[in-house]
C-alpha cells in the first residue's frame, strides 16, 4: 500500500495510508525523541497525565464519555522504544464512516479531541493538576514494579539492561521508580512545554477518509502546537562486546528457570542476518524450536529476537533449574551450525516464505502499519515492502552464514529458584 | 452455499453443512493479503467426561490439551514444519469449550488448508512421542503457575465453582499428565474430532467452493457417532468459596471480584445474555461508569482494572479487578454501586452511551480474522449466530440491564481471589 509522508509543519510528520478494507479508521500521534535517563521518566508519564482530563473534559469520566459518543472509539496511551529513542502518544481508533449507523464523522472530532488532549490540558496554577499527577506517578511506578510479575519479560530486560549499561538502549522505557517518584507538576509542566515546541512528532492515519480531509482535520487539532526547531531522532549506536562474556544471576520464587543471552550482531548485512535470526530461533520451524524445544524436550519456548537498529540478537527461553547448562550448551551448538551454513535449503526457504508473508500481511493490519512508519521513522532504516521483499529474495546461504559469524555472545542472564534448604 | 448478507457491518457470510456434518463458513474478505483457516473441535479442558457409543469415560485433567500438541505429529514428520515451509505460520489454541488449528498465508492456501485438514482429523501417535511431549507440556504448566494473571483467575473460578469443570486448569497439571497415554489420546480424538462435532471457518479473499472441495476430499465421509457430556453436579447459585488468598512473588497485590450468574440460556438467548452481561459489566464499573472515576481518582484501582462476562458450558460469571491494595473496599463499592443501580434504576442517556459505544466495539473487533474465526466457531457449537448483534442490541432494554444487576450482583453469589505479594519486592 501507497505511504503518503509529508511535513505538516517544521518537524511534524503525516504518514499517510488510504484503506477501505478496514472496519475501522486509526489515528496516532507520537512524539519521537532520542532515549535518555533523564527524560524516560517524564516522557512515559506524560501520556496518562494528558489522558486524565482537559479544559473541555476536565476529568477520565468526561473523556470517557466524549468516547463512548464517538461509537466506542478507543484512544490509548502508548510509550514505545523504537531504537535509541522513546516514542510516546495516543493511538485513537474508530469505527469508520461507512458503518456510523447515524451517518456522524469521526475523524474531526477524534481529531479535535486529540488536539485537546495535547494543547488543552486540565491546569490549575499554570501546571498539569498535582492530583492527576500523584495519581499517574503511583500508577507508573506500579507498572514499573509490575515487569516482574512477568518472568519471561523480567529476564529479558535484565538482559538488555546488564548488556547495554551505559547506552541509551539500556534506558528502560518506563524510567526508573526513583526517576518517576522524583517528579513534580511543574517540572513535568516545564518539561511538557519544551518537548511540544522541540519534539520531533509523528502522525498517522489509516482509513477509507481522502488525505486532504484527515490533513485538515489534523492541522486544525494542532493549530495552537509551537512552531521552530525540533530535534531528529537519533540512530542507534553499534558497541563492540567485551572480551570475555558477562554473566548474571538472579534469584527469585519461581518454579520456572528463565534463561535469557544475548550477542553483539556486527554485520551490516541486515537482510542476511535477519534469515539468519529466523533460521536460528525466530519461528515455528527454527533450530531453537525444533532442537531445543521438539528434540531435547528442554524447554517450552525458546526463541530469538534480532535488533535490527541495534545490531543485537537476543534469546529467550524457559527451563528447568536443573537443565540450565544443557540449555545453554545446546543453544550455542545450533548457532554454531547457523554460523558454519549448516542448515538444509528447505530452512532458508522457509524462513524466507514465513518473513515475505509477514511483510506482505502487514497491509492488512494498520496496527501493524502504524508500528512499522513509526519505527522506520524513529530509527531513520526507510525500506518500502517491495525493497524488503527484493532484498530478502537475494540472500545466499553463504551471506546468511557470514551474517551469524558476525554475532559474538555478550550477556547471559539467568534467572533461578531459590535454594529452600537455607529458610 | 447459502450467501448471508449483513448491511448493517458491512459482512457476508456463506455457509454450507456437508453430509458428514462439518459446517463450513467462509467470511470473504476482499481486499485482503492474508488468508486465513481456522479448524475446530467442541472439545476444550471442561469435556473431560464423556460417553460414547454407550460407554462413560474419565479423562485426566489436561487431556484436550495435550491432545493438541501431539495432532502436529503426522507419519510423515511435523505438519507444523510443511505448513512453515509454504510460507503459512501455524498455530493451536485449547479453551475451555474448544481446540483450534490455524493458520494464515498468502500463497499456497489450498494445499496448506489441506494439510490442515489432514493432521488434524489423522491422529498419530507413539508412545515414544506422547512420553516426549510431557516434559514440554509441563514447562508450559510451570510458567502458566507462575502467571499472576492466571493463577487470580483460575482460584477466582475455583472460588465461584464447586463441582464444574471450569475449576481446572485446563492444560492440567504436571501430575494430572502423567497418566495421558497414545491409547487414552487415541479414544478422545476419536469422540470429538469426528466431522460432525468440528467447524470450518476460512476468512479472506478465497474460492469458496475450493473449501468445501478440499473439506470433502481430505476428511471422513462419516459424521461420527454423538457424544453426552458431564459437566458435573448442578451448581447451588450462590458462590462455593467467599475468598480464596494466594501468596505469590508479585510487586502489586492483584484482585478479581466474581458474581455467579445462571447459566441455563441456549441459542440465541444465551447471546443476547453475553451481550446484556457485558452491558451491565460496563455500566456498573467501565471506564466512563461513575464508579470507575471515583475509585480510580482515589488511587484504589489504576488502569489494569476492568471487568467482563463470560459464559462457558455450565458457568456464567461477571467479574472484574485487577492490581489493587484494598480489594475488599474495591468489591464493596461494586456491591454498593448495584445497589443503588437496581434502586433507582440505570440513567437512560448514560445507557444508550454505553450501548453505543459497545455496539461500536463489536465492529471494531472484526477487523481481526481470528476473533471473526473464534466468534464463528462459538456461534456454531452453541447455536447463535455472532453477525446478529445490532439487531439484538435493538432488542435489549436498559430494564434488562437492571433485572440482570438486580439478580447477580448480591453478597451470596460473590467471590473474591486475591494474591498477596509473598514478599516486599526488590526494585
Known amino acids: ?423 | 452455499m447459502t450467501e448471508t448478507a449483513y448491511p448493517r457491518i458491512g459482512e457476508t457470510v456463506l455457509r454450507e453443512t456437508l453430509p458428514n456434518g462439518l459446517r463450513v463458513a467462509v467470511v470473504p474478505k476482499p481486499g485482503y493479503r492474508k488468508r486465513y483457516a481456522f479448524f475446530a473441535t467442541r472439545y476444550g479442558g471442561v469435556d473431560m467426561r464423556f460417553c460414547l457409543n454407550g460407554v462413560w469415560h474419565d479423562t485426566p485433567a489436561g487431556i484436550a490439551h495435550y491432545l493438541e500438541h501431539k495432532m502436529f505429529d503426522t507419519a510423515d514428520g511435523n505438519a507444523m514444519q510443511t505448513l512453515a515451509q509454504n510460507g503459512a505460520e501455524p498455530n493451536a489454541f485449547t479453551a475451555n469449550a474448544m481446540t483450534a488449528y490455524y493458520f494464515d498465508c498468502t500463497e499456497h492456501f489450498d494445499e496448506n488448508l489441506r494439510i490442515l485438514l489432514s493432521f488434524v482429523s489423522v491422529p498419530y501417535f507413539t508412545q515414544e512421542s506422547v512420553d516426549k511431549e510431557r516434559g514440554i507440556i509441563a514447562q508450559e504448566i510451570r510458567m502458566t503457575e507462575d502467571s499472576p494473571d492466571w493463577r487470580v483467575y483460575k482460584n477466582l473460578l475455583q472460588g465461584l465453582y464447586r463441582t464444574n469443570p471450569a475449576r481446572v486448569p485446563i492444560a492440567g497439571t504436571v501430575e494430572s499428565i502423567q497418566a495421558i497415554t497414545p491409547e487414552t489420546l487415541y479414544a478422545c480424538h476419536k469422540a470429538f474430532y469426528a466431522p460432525s462435532n468440528m467447524l470450518l471457518c476460512v476468512v479472506g479473499d478465497v474460492d469458496a467452493e475450493a473449501v468445501l472441495a478440499a473439506a470433502r476430499d481430505v476428511l471422513d465421509a462419516e459424521p461420527g457417532a454423538a457424544i453426552e457430556r458431564d459437566y458435573g453436579a448442578a451448581e447451588e447459585p450462590g458462590a462455593f468459596e467467599k475468598s480464596v488468598v494466594y501468596p505469590m512473588e508479585i510487586a502489586t497485590p492483584q484482585f478479581l471480584v466474581g458474581f455467579k450468574c445462571p447459566a441455563d440460556a441456549e441459542g440465541e438467548a444465551l447471546f443476547r445474555q453475553s451481550l446484556i452481561g457485558e452491558l451491565a459489566c460496563d455500566i456498573l464499573l467501565g471506564d466512563s461508569s461513575p464508579l470507575y472515576m471515583r475509585l480510580y481518582d482515589r488511587g484504589l484501582i489504576n488502569g489494569s482494572f476492568s471487568g467482563d462476562f463470560d459464559q462457558l458450558p455450565g458457568a456464567a460469571y461477571l467479574y472484574a479487578g485487577g492490581e489493587c491494595r484494598e480489594p475488599e473496599r474495591v468489591a464493596q463499592a461494586i456491591m454498593d454501586e448495584a445497589a443503588r443501580l437496581a434502586r433507582e434504576g440505570v440513567d437512560e442517556t448514560f445507557y444508550r452511551q454505553i450501548r453505543r459505544a459497545n455496539l461500536g466495539a463489536s465492529l471494531r473487533s472484526l477487523n481481526s480474522f481470528e476473533n471473526i474465526a473464534v466468534g464463528m466457531a462459538d456461534g456454531c457449537f452453541r447455536g447463535f449466530d455472532p453477525y446478529r448483534f445490532p439487531e439484538l442490541y435493538d432488542t435489549i432494554t436498559k430494564a434488562d440491564v437492571e433485572a440482570f444487576l438486580r439478580e447477580n450482583i448480591v453478597e451470596e453469589r460473590r467471590a473474591m481471589s486475591m494474591l498477596t505479594p509473598a514478599k516486599e519486592a526488590s526494585a
Not at chain 1, 212 to 228: F, N, S
Request: aromatic share 8%.
Open chain 1, 1 to 423: 500500500m501507497q505511504t503518503i509522508r509529508k511535513e505538516l509543519f517544521p518537524g511534524v510528520f503525516f504518514n499517510y495510508i488510504h484503506a477501505v478494507k478496514f472496519k475501522t479508521g486509526v489515528l496516532s500521534v507520537q512524539f519521537v525523541t532520542p532515549l535518555a535517563r533523564e527524560a524516560a521518566a517524564p516522557g512515559a508519564l506524560l501520556p496518562a497525565v494528558l489522558r486524565r482530563g482537559t479544559q473541555i473534559h476536565p476529568d477520565m469520566r468526561a473523556l470517557s464519555s466524549a468516547l463512548d459518543l464517538l461509537y466506542g472509539a478507543g484512544l490509548g496511551c502508548t510509550v514505545r522504544k523504537k531504537g535509541e529513542n522513546q516514542c510516546f502518544g495516543f493511538v485513537s481508533s474508530f469505527i469508520d464512516d461507512a458503518f456510523v449507523p447515524g451517518g456522524e464523522r469521526l475523524i474531526e472530532p477524534v481529531a479535535a479531541l486529540m488536539g485537546e488532549i495535547l494543547l488543552r490540558p486540565a491546569t490549575e496554577g499554570g501546571v498539569f493538576r498535582a492530583d492527576y499527577v500523584s495519581g499517574e506517578k503511583d500508577n507508573l511506578i506500579d507498572a514499573i514494579r509490575s515487569i516482574l510479575d512477568d518472568k519471561r519479560d523480567y529476564a529479558d530486560k535484565r538482559l538488555i539492561e546488564e548488556m547495554c549499561r551505559g547506552e541509551r538502549y539500556g534506558i528502560a522505557r518506563l524510567g526508573t521508580e526513583e526517576a518517576v517518584a522524583a517528579l513534580e507538576s511543574g517540572a513535568l509542566w516545564d518539561f511538557y512545554q519544551t518537548l511540544l515546541a522541540t519534539a520531533r512528532i509523528e502522525l498517522f492515519y489509516c482509513g477509507s477518509a481522502e488525505c486532504a480531509r484527515v490533513e485538515d482535520a489534523l492541522r486544525d487539532g494542532l493549530a495552537a502546537l509551537p512552531h521552530g526547531e525540533r530535534v531528529a531522532p537519533v540512530a542507534s549506536e553499534r558497541v563492540a562486546p567485551p572480551a570475555v562474556p558477562r554473566k548474571h544471576t538472579e534469584a527469585m520464587d519461581v518454579t520456572q528457570g528463565k534463561l535469557a543471552m544475548g550477542w553483539r550482531a556486527m554485520t551490516e548485512d541486515a537482510h542476511a542476518m535477519l534469515l539468519a535470526n529466523l533460521i536460528f530461533g525466530g519461528y515455528s520451524n527454527s533450530k531453537l524450536f525444533l532442537n531445543v524445544r521438539e528434540k531435547l524436550s528442554l524447554c517450552y519456548y525458546a526463541s530469538s529476537a534480532y535488533h535490527r537498529s541495534k545490531g543485537l540478537v537476543t534469546v529467550s527461553s524457559g527451563v528447568e533449574f536443573s537443565d540450565r547448562t544443557r540449555a545453554q550448551d545446546e543453544i550455542l551448538a545450533q548457532l554454531r551450525d547457523v554460523q558454519l551454513g549448516d542448515f538444509e535449503p528447505w530452512e532458508l526457504d522457509g524462513a524466507r516464505n514465513v518473513l515475505i508473508s509477514a511483510v506482505h500481511t502487514r497491509e492488512d493490519s494498520a496496527g501493524r502499519m502504524e508500528e512499522n512508519l513509526l519505527g522506520q521513522a524513529a530509527t531513520g532504516i526507510w525500506e518500502t515492502e517491495e525493497e524488503l521483499v527484493d532484498a530478502l529474495s537475494a540472500v545466499t546461504p553463504e551471506r546468511v552464514a557470514a551474517a551469524a559469524q558476525s554475532m559474538t555472545l555478550d550477556t547471559v542472564y539467568f534467572l533461578e529458584g531459590e535454594d529452600k534448604s537455607d529458610d
